[in-house]
């Protein structure tokens, strides 16, 4: 099965976790590494940049809304 892009406003939650985050923004670093930029839905203090390729690991992160 193919995976879909991670794309801003999509939604995931932590395997270990209630906390669902939004994706802001996706940004390259110098290594071209490409990294998304998360809000928590419902606290928008709470901010946090991840490795796209953790957040499409199943085993870290499930994808909950578009």
């Not at 802001?24 to 203090?45: M, N, P, W, Y």
């Amino acid at each position: 099965m193919a995976r879909r892009e991670v794309q801003p406003g999509q939604k995931y939650q932590q395997t270990e976790s209630s906390s669902v985050w939004e994706v802001v923004d996706l940004t390259k670093d110098g290594e071209g590494i490409v990294h998304a930029r998360l809000l928590r839905v419902g606290d928008s203090t709470a901010v946090k940049m991840i490795s796209v390729s953790a957040l499409k690991d199943p085993r870290l992160y499930k994808l909950v809304g578009e």
